[in-house]
């Protein structure tokens, strides 16, 4: 290859090059969607498509248990209110659009599926990581950490320890667990206490009252609604006693869509620039 030759092919991959980068950035300046994975929205911004879906939609959705569960969410004095609800809405400031809150779920796994199935942009409402909804949702970074405690009825849990020291026979336990249906527990006491008999009840308080009477050995849930039952009414002292598990913990996240990988990064980046983080005692403090 003579030298008039190599500069030709040098000039001609010159101008190559000149021409590509003029396009890129004639596309970037004129906000081509052909050459952009952005979408622009009416106010001009070029938006992640799952973050302008939302902003194009006017509302940011919001799955949520129909029950109430505070502190987190219920409703007062025909306000909805809590922690949860005060999370969500301030993913929709920051996302520049009301939160409507949608309550038809009726349990817990209901939330999750909402939004597995694009009914909701997010599920917030007291939601714990597990693998059945791992399957079908991203997690949030978790917003809340909760140890897993134990109402124990002293009764019937006597009669099963006999004289066995309480922490050999909780890490064995082999009596009646009462937990809520179609939650979280559920998939904790089959993972945790593999050799007890699971009691699957509508509602905590259905579980608590079955410990209660003796039903059950035991009802199964987080630190927090353990304490607040005690704290409720001290002389249940007399006829249960709680056990908290320093090694067991329920991180509590917000369910994303699995294609919504921009809003899933975005509500992290929320969860981690929040002013206020609440923790067991601040809640509790809260309540009180």
Same mark, same amino acid.
């Given at each position: 290859?003579?030298?008039?030759?190599?500069?030709?092919?040098?000039?001609?991959?010159?101008?190559?090059?000149?021409?590509?980068?003029?396009?890129?950035?004639?596309?970037?300046a004129?906000?081509?969607?052909?050459?952009?994975?952005?979408?622009?929205?009416a106010?001009?911004?070029?938006?992640?498509?799952?973050?302008?879906?939302?902003?194009?939609?006017?509302?940011?959705?919001?799955?949520?248990?129909?029950?109430?569960?505070?502190?987190?969410?219920?409703?007062?004095?025909?306000?909805?209110?809590?922690?949860?609800?005060?999370?969500?809405?301030?993913?929709?400031?920051?996302?520049?659009?009301?939160?409507?809150?949608?309550?038809s779920?009726?349990? *817990?796994?209901?939330?999750?599926?909402?939004?597995?199935?694009?009914?909701?942009?997010?599920?917030?409402?007291?939601?714990?990581?597990?693998?059945?909804?791992?399957?079908?949702?991203? *997690?949030s970074?978790?917003? &809340?950490?909760?140890?897993?405690?134990?109402?124990?009825?002293?009764?019937?849990?006597?009669? &099963?320890?006999?004289?066995?020291?309480?922490?050999?026979?909780?890490?064995?336990?082999?009596?009646?667990?009462?937990?809520?249906?179609?939650?979280?527990?559920?998939?904790?006491?089959?993972?945790? *206490?593999?050799?007890?008999?699971?009691?699957?009840?509508p509602?905590?308080?259905?579980?608590?009252?079955?410990?209660?009477?003796?039903?059950?050995?035991?009802?199964?849930?987080?630190?927090?609604?353990?304490?607040?039952?005690?704290?409720?009414?001290?002389?249940?002292?007399?006829?249960?006693?709680?056990?908290?598990f320093?090694?067991?913990e329920?991180?509590?996240?917000?369910?994303?869509?699995?294609?919504?990988?921009?809003?899933?990064? *975005?509500?992290?980046?929320?969860?981690?620039?929040?002013?206020?983080?609440?923790?067991?005692?601040?809640?509790?403090?809260?309540?009180?």
């Amino acid at each position: 290859m003579n030298i008039t030759r190599v500069l030709l092919l040098c000039m001609a991959l010159c101008l190559g090059g000149m021409a590509w980068a003029q396009t890129g950035a004639r596309a970037r300046a004129s906000g081509d969607a052909g050459n952009s994975p952005l979408v622009q929205v009416a106010d001009g911004r070029m938006l992640a498509p799952d973050i302008a879906r939302i902003v194009n939609h006017g509302e940011l959705v919001v799955s949520m248990l129909a029950a109430d569960n505070p502190p987190f969410f219920s409703t007062q004095k025909g306000q909805l209110v809590g922690t949860d609800v005060d999370l969500a809405r301030l993913i929709g400031k920051e996302l520049g659009v009301p939160v409507r809150f949608d309550r038809s779920p009726k349990t *817990f796994d209901g939330v999750a599926e909402m939004v597995a199935n694009s009914q909701a942009d997010l599920g917030i409402s007291r939601l714990a990581r597990t693998l059945k909804r791992g399957q079908m949702v991203h *997690f949030s970074n978790s917003y &809340m950490r909760l140890g897993h405690a134990l109402l124990i009825n002293r009764v019937r849990f006597a009669e &099963m320890a006999g004289d066995q020291p309480l922490p050999q026979v909780i890490r064995n336990f082999t009596g009646s667990i009462g937990v809520i249906a179609n939650s979280s527990w559920e998939e904790f006491g089959r993972r945790n *206490f593999p050799q007890a008999k699971l009691v699957s009840y509508p509602t905590w308080q259905d579980a608590v009252n079955a410990a209660i009477k003796g039903e059950v050995v035991a009802a199964y849930r987080d630190e927090l609604e353990i304490m607040q039952i005690v704290n409720s009414d001290p002389s249940l002292a007399l006829s249960l006693r709680t056990v908290t598990f320093n090694d067991l913990e329920s991180p509590l996240s917000i369910m994303v869509g699995i294609r919504d990988l921009t809003l899933l990064s *975005f509500v992290n980046e929320v969860i981690a620039q929040r002013a206020e983080k609440p923790t067991v005692s601040s809640v509790l403090k809260s309540i009180k």
